[in-house]
């Protein structure tokens, strides 16, 4: 039997042992000019090397007095104070006179002639006077070792004296990329090939964190290859970062190359994603291999590479800003596994209550998700995931002030969504309209769960011939719903360039030479194309394909288009994208949905108006298939 890990620890244990062995690694240091020094890291304490101010100096500009001789000053009994006997004139920032121990801000003195000022009130010692070292004094301590030099940490080094320091060098990493269907993001890919940007993403994080780094050539899965880079690049680094080979595939060479050549130290983390990581040591140099799942490869450099990066220079990584969160729907999750899901955050109108946590999609290699993501959820090893009402922590990705502003909608897929999304961002909105594509139901049941602000549908009512609102008298019974046409749109069969299989009519779909790709249940392109094969006569069984489903138009015109499947129904505006044939069947009306008390809320407000407008209508009706006369039209029922 072969052991797919070595180890497989609790995350809490995997960080101290790299902390352990690892406890003594730095980089070298080096003098730099302070002014040069914001972002690097201090390699000793600092001491000053002057008072400043070092000398006492007026705060104000006025003039310098004996506070003595202004003890009965009044408004009732002003005193006359002889210019260069009693007072001298001062700026801000000029030493005190000899014998003065006071300032009167120049807005309280009257000058009464050549010689003379007048006050009318009272100073005590020390008044508007700024005494030595007030700001800095010599030899103390400014900032200790292990110290992230700040912008504003230079004024006070320059002004204490300070004009070189020592820090610590960048840490330096190199990164292998490895895989045989790996090509560069630049060149033209064919069938097989994969972009490797595991490399870019990983580099821009540990430039973020203070290291100088290097990617080598990709290498192709030749273990004497991987071997030969690995002993290479280690003397020349203090970080080695190898992409991928971590798991344990009949390509993946890393753990035989490491296991013979260095310390293991462990491989494989209860963590997902992110759980075939290894890590070693060779010749006291840290080696981190990272999965090649994107997500995973991101997950492992941040909980991993992200510490080493840090301790490198002195410093333990920052605790992760995290904010404790709640669920309304059951998340399931493997006991035993810490796992990390992506996630966005919706705020309840008050904002009394926790956030909530609506999930996106859990795979690996799913890169749209992190990019949507507002935060990142934890679920404990010990947990058998959650169920509605359960709270969890969860580590944000941007500020909790923009993610109380945003407004989430879940629900069917549209072209002229993103559209909108980018236009709202464009003209600077003070919100962002943030998409989950999931399919009308599910985007029905989001918004009755309190986890968006509306949704989008546009469900056919095959008794009615209405769209949408016998679904909302299900889903909202006794509340005040609205509607908001976004758009009406063309709905049809996209068809390879050609139309080789000369489909002209839903009943050809019987042939069983024909592959049909579906949408996923609950989406309204499914309804559609349920009700179409009723009308026709048509049971689902005799439909190659029918089972067989993808989540929004783009990637079922995409399956056509790359050949998959001979055809698809979905909206014109897709195929137009994709570059596939379009054979139109019918029309149909998608309409935004929310409870009719959030019209008054502004972002609402906002996008109604946005939909309104006629360049906005121009803009989606150019996307072809769209009828926009209706948009942002408003229908309010009562349920």
Same mark, same amino acid.
């Given at each position: ?10 995350l ?8 352990e ?5 730095r ?16 390699? +000793?304490g ?12 007026s705060?104000?500009?006025?003039? &310098? ?21 009693q ?39 020390w ?48 990164i ?57 690049a ?29 310390? /293991? ?47 490198? +220079? ?26 990390f ?78 559209? /909108? ?27 009755r ?11 056919l ?106 055809a698809?129904?979905?909206?014109? &505006? ?18 935004l949905?929310?409870? &009719? ?43």
């Open positions: 039997m072969v052991k797919r890990y070595l180890d497989k620890l609790p809490k244990k995997a960080i101290e042992i790299l902390e062995e690892f406890k003594d690694l980089a070298e240091t080096e003098i730099i000019a302070v002014d040069q020094a914001v972002g690097r890291v201090t390699a +000793q600092i001491k000053a090397n002057r008072s400043a101010p070092d000398f006492y100096a705060a104000m500009d006025g003039i &310098a007095v004996k506070a003595k001789d202004t003890a009965d000053a009044s408004s009732r009994n002003p005193i006359i104070l002889k210019k260069g006997v007072a001298v004139p001062v700026d801000t920032g000029n030493p005190i006179p000899e014998g003065f121990n006071a300032v009167i801000k120049i807005e309280e003195v009257n000058e009464v002639d050549v010689d003379n000022y007048q006050i009318e009130k009272s100073v005590p010692v008044n508007h006077i700024r005494s030595i070292g007030e700001s800095v004094v010599k030899g103390n301590l400014i900032l200790t070792a292990g110290h992230k030099i700040r912008d504003f940490d230079l004024g006070a080094l320059l002004e204490a004296g300070v004009t070189e320091l020592e820090v610590y060098k960048k840490p330096k990493v190199i292998i990329p490895t895989g045989d269907e790996l090509v560069r993001p630049s060149k033209e890919l064919k069938k097989g090939e994969l972009v490797e940007f595991n490399s870019a993403m990983v580099k821009s994080a540990l430039i973020k964190w203070g290291a100088e780094v290097k990617v080598r050539d990709i290498i192709k899965d030749n273990k004497e290859l991987i071997k030969k880079e690995v002993k290479k280690s003397k020349e680094c203090q970080l080695l970062i190898i992409l991928s080979g971590s798991s344990a595939g009949r390509k993946d060479f890393t753990r035989d190359i490491l296991k013979a050549e260095a310390k /293991i130290l462990f491989h494989g983390v209860n963590i997902m994603p992110g759980k075939p990581i290894l890590t070693a040591k060779l010749d006291d140099k840290a080696v981190v291999a990272l999965p090649g799942y994107p997500i995973s490869a991101l997950l492992d450099n941040y909980l991993f590479v992200r510490e080493l990066i840090y301790l490198l +220079q002195g410093q333990k990584a920052d605790q992760f800003d995290q904010e404790v969160v709640e669920v309304k729907r059951k998340i399931s999750s493997d006991i035993g596994l810490e796992e899901i992506r996630v966005n955050l919706i705020a309840d109108s008050n904002g009394q209550k926790p956030l909530t946590a609506v999930p996106l999609k859990r795979g690996s290699s799913a890169m749209e998700s992190i990019i949507k993501a507002d935060a990142i959820l934890r679920i404990s090893e010990n947990k058998e995931g959650l169920a509605p009402g359960d709270k969890a922590p969860a580590v944000l990705l941007k500020s909790k002030a923009k993610i109380k502003k945003d407004l989430l909608l879940i629900g069917s897929h549209d072209l002229s969504l993103d559209l /909108i999304r980018n236009e709202i961002a464009k003209r600077g909105a003070d919100f962002r309209l943030k998409l989950q594509t999931v399919g009308s139901m599910a985007g029905l049941t989001a918004l769960r309190g986890e968006s602000h509306l949704a989008g549908a546009h469900l009512d095959s008794e009615s011939g209405e769209y949408n609102i016998s679904y909302l008298k299900r889903f909202f019974k006794n509340k005040k719903m609205a509607l908001i046409n976004l758009v009406n749109r063309e709905q049809g069969f996209y068809l390879k360039k050609g139309n080789p299989k000369n489909i002209s009519s839903i009943s050809d779909l019987k042939n069983k030479d024909i592959n049909f790709v579906n949408r996923q249940r609950g989406a309204g392109t499914r309804v559609l194309f349920d009700y179409l094969l009723k009308e026709e006569g048509i049971d689902s069984t005799q439909i190659n394909g029918y089972n067989k489903e993808e989540f929004t138009h783009i990637a079922a015109a995409a399956a056509v288009g790359r050949g998959s499947a001979d698809a129904l979905g909206i014109r &505006a897709a195929a137009e994208v994709i570059g596939v044939d379009f054979l139109s069947l019918t029309k149909e009306s998608y309409d949905i929310l409870e &009719a008390a959030m019209l008054d809320d502004p972002r609402i407000e906002y996008l109604i108006k946005l939909l309104r407008e006629k360049e906005i209508k121009e803009q989606i009706k150019a996307l072809g298939g769209y009828e926009v006369n209706a948009s942002g039209s408003l229908k309010i029922l009562e349920l």
